[in-house]
């Protein structure tokens, strides 16, 4: 047992040190442009924009086994050409990108590592959960689970986690783990695939010295397993700085210099420009590529300063590196010409449980959250009291009552849903553009990881009034009026669903939110009855119209009477019921459930933009 898990151990750890298929990353002539839509105060019919050229044709080369570091001031375009780099950045991207010659494919996406500038991680997992989740996520079918997991322990150690490996990474709001500890994670998160590329936006932004060194000096050791790492750092220390193989220096979008690290100083030297005192190499490179130049009597202004450089660039560098590039050239066909089943790394029913397991250990302190339960469970009784034992002769209690019950359980797990996706945004792109999972068994684990909460709460508070108010007390009368409640729930979370994709902002989402459901409930018929023709389709939209008449239907029956005065009448003739009718249940039925469809395809459709990069 022993020998065999030492096997595993050995098997993983060499998995984690040598990448099988190295890369060797060319980029060529790369252009990237945006267009910027004008300002004014009065908004034009046809709207102008202006083109800004963010990166100017940089060219470069990095082979297995070296780490490049993207050096430039801040706008300078390092995010930029990291991203393009990644395969991450659509829009008018011009120039060639190649990957062991070939263009970027969805086989390259799976041996690329991306770690963000922004730790993207969910707060409520510990380190361990963390890993675990994204290494059952991301590695191979040939694996098993156990080596998977192992797999995340030995990056664990291998990153210096061990000591914070069961607390929890935290966030703005709950203490966790460290900035240093948090960046090591998402690095972590990338390197348990054993990437042969990895890119990595200012992996030591806000860090202290000693842990960005740790930090680059780890990813210096990875270099030797013959993978190419290409990242974005702000200002490395001097001891940093000579742990680049490669360096590229940008200046607004334009290239100053490209080739190995120890060079740098001498070129600059080489075209009149040397420090006047000690200083630190990237303080240096830094200076220059902001126009300031070494020479303290030079008349020259900056502007003067960055063209000259741009030109002693273009003289000197721009012509052998484009020659060593050239074969970058290749057709830009897609060649995801390998198998739709390699894609995945998981089948869909793993990537579905994996998915949900994960959400549910993320949101277990939610799930349980002991207010929302308390919320309910005061309105339910208060709702009772104020209802209690009411009959069929206080009809306008009764279909008050009723009344409510659509209002309260329209707009509750509206609000609930819309929170959803927003807040899972920036995750679902990090993992959809790493090629984690299909977006369907994320939407599914995710709409379905909560549904049992969602539908406990109607449930007690149904019982709760239903029999306190004195509502119809048999069975069938009973269930009819709880599974119309559960439906109208279950929709009302699909329009949540379906509005916070679309909108993916809180604030205009639950504004919207709160008018669509406002103008269902004011056209839901009891309010008023004599609704002008030009809107009343409303109704026929209306969540709250639609459950307003299943609910009827659980309590009337067509020529049932109630007490009216000192006549007996008809409850159908009852002015909050006459506009409804008791009849065409099952249309209602039929309305709702295809709005149950229809908003979560529309949210499954607003998240597939989610993730993948604009054409
Ligand atoms: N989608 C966009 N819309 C408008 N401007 C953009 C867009 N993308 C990039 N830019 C602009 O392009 C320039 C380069 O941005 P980029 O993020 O690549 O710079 P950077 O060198 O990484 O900066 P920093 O070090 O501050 O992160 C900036 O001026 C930025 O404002």
């Known amino acids: 047992?022993?020998?065999?898990?030492?096997?595993?151990?050995?098997?993983?750890?060499?998995?984690?040190?040598?990448?099988?298929?190295?890369?060797?990353?060319?980029?060529?002539?790369?252009?990237?442009?945006?267009?910027?839509?004008?300002?004014?105060?009065?908004?034009?019919?046809?709207?102008e924009s202006i083109e800004k050229q963010i990166l100017k044709g940089v060219t470069g080369m990095v082979s297995p086994g070296e780490m490049l570091a993207m050096l430039g001031p801040s706008?300078?375009?390092?995010?930029?050409?990291?991203?393009?780099?990644?395969?991450?950045?659509?829009?008018?991207?011009?120039?060639?990108?190649?990957?062991?010659?070939?263009?970027?494919?969805?086989?390259?996406?799976?041996?690329?590592?991306?770690?963000?500038?922004?730790?993207?991680?969910?707060?409520?997992?510990?380190?361990?959960?963390?890993?675990?989740?994204?290494?059952l996520l991301r590695l191979?079918?040939?694996?098993?689970?156990?080596?998977?997991?192992?797999?995340?322990?030995?990056?664990?150690?291998?990153?210096?986690?061990?000591?914070?490996?069961?607390?929890?990474?935290?966030?703005?709001?709950?203490?966790?783990?460290s900035g240093g500890e948090r960046k090591r994670v998402s690095i972590g998160q990338e390197m348990l695939i054993n990437p042969s590329l990895l890119f990595l936006d200012e992996p030591t932004s806000g860090l202290d010295s000693t842990t960005a060194q740790r930090i680059v000096s780890t990813l210096w050791e990875l270099t030797r397993g013959g993978r190419t790492i290409v990242m974005t750092i702000h200002q490395p220390s001097s001891k940093l700085f000579y742990l680049f193989h490669k360096v590229l220096l940008l200046s607004e979008g334009n290239p100053l210099f490209f080739g190995n690290g120890p060079e740098i100083m001498d070129y600059f030297q080489s075209i009149g420009f040397s420090p006047s005192v000690a200083m630190n190499p990237a303080d240096f490179l830094l200076d220059l590529a902001n126009g300031i130049s070494p020479d303290e009597s030079s008349q020259e202004n900056q502007n003067e300063v960055k063209q000259k450089l741009v030109f002693a660039y273009k003289s000197n560098l721009d012509e052998n590196l484009k020659a060593e590039t050239l074969d970058a050239e290749i057709q830009h066909k897609d060649v995801s010409d390998h198998k739709k089943s390699d894609r995945w790394s998981t089948t869909w029913v793993q990537q579905f449980m994996i998915l949900l397991r994960r959400g549910l250990k993320e949101r277990r302190h939610e799930s349980f959250e002991v207010l929302k339960i308390a919320q309910v469970t005061v309105i339910a009784l208060l709702c009772g009291l104020l209802w209690w034992q009411s009959d069929t002769d206080h009809i306008q209690d009764q279909s008050g009552l009723l009344f409510?019950?659509?209002?309260?359980?329209?707009?509750?797990?509206?609000?609930?849903?819309?929170?959803?996706?927003?807040?899972?945004?920036?995750?679902?792109?990090?993992?959809?553009?790493?090629?984690?999972?299909?977006?369907?068994?994320?939407?599914?684990?995710?709409?379905?990881?909560?549904?049992?909460?969602?539908?406990?709460?109607?449930?007690?508070f149904c019982i709760l009034t239903y029999w306190m108010a004195g509502l119809k007390p048999d069975a069938g009368s009973f269930l009819y009026a709880l599974f119309s409640i559960l439906l109208s729930v279950l929709v009302s979370q699909g329009l949540g669903l379906a509005l916070g994709a679309i909108v993916m902002d809180l604030k205009s989402a639950t504004v919207l939110g709160s008018v669509i459901m406002l103008s269902f409930t004011l056209a839901g018929g009891y309010y008023v009855q004599n609704v002008p023709p030009f809107i009343s389709w409303i109704k026929y939209v209306s969540i709250s119209q639609h459950t307003y008449k299943l609910l009827l239907g659980s309590q009337y029956e067509k020529d049932q009477t109630y007490q009216c005065g000192n006549q007996t009448c008809l409850v159908a003739d009852y002015p909050a019921i006459k506009s409804i009718g008791l009849g065409g249940q099952v249309i209602s039925l039929g309305a709702l459930l295809i709005m149950l469809v229809f908003y979560r395809v529309i949210a499954y459709v607003a998240l597939m933009k989610i993730g993948v990069p604009k054409k």
């Not at 807040?423 to 709409?447: D, I, N, P, W």
Request: proline share 4%.
């Open 75 to 135: 706008g300078s375009g390092k995010t930029t050409l990291l991203t393009a780099l990644g395969g991450r950045l659509g829009g008018k991207l011009g120039g060639t990108i190649s990957y062991n010659d070939k263009p970027f494919n969805s086989v390259m996406k799976r041996n690329t590592g991306f770690v963000t500038q922004d730790d993207v991680l969910y707060p409520h997992l510990t380190v361990t959960e963390t890993l675990v989740f994204t290494a």
């Open 140 to 177: 191979p079918k040939s694996l098993t689970k156990q080596q998977k997991v192992e797999q995340a322990e030995a990056v664990i150690t291998q990153l210096g986690l061990t000591r914070c490996k069961t607390s929890i990474i935290g966030d703005a709001l709950v203490r966790g783990i």
């Open 404 to 460: 409510f019950y659509t209002g309260f359980w329209g707009f509750f797990p509206l609000f609930q849903a819309i929170f959803t996706f927003p807040q899972e945004r920036e995750m679902l792109a990090k993992e959809r553009s790493s090629g984690m999972y299909k977006l369907s068994s994320y939407f599914l684990s995710r709409t379905i990881g909560d549904l049992p909460m969602e539908l406990v709460l109607p449930t007690m």
């Open 1 to 47: 047992m022993e020998a065999q898990s030492s096997d595993i151990e050995a098997q993983s750890s060499s998995l984690f040190e040598q990448v099988k298929h190295p890369v060797t990353l060319k980029f060529h002539e790369v252009v990237y442009t945006i267009n910027i839509e004008k300002q004014g105060w009065l908004k034009k019919k046809n709207k």
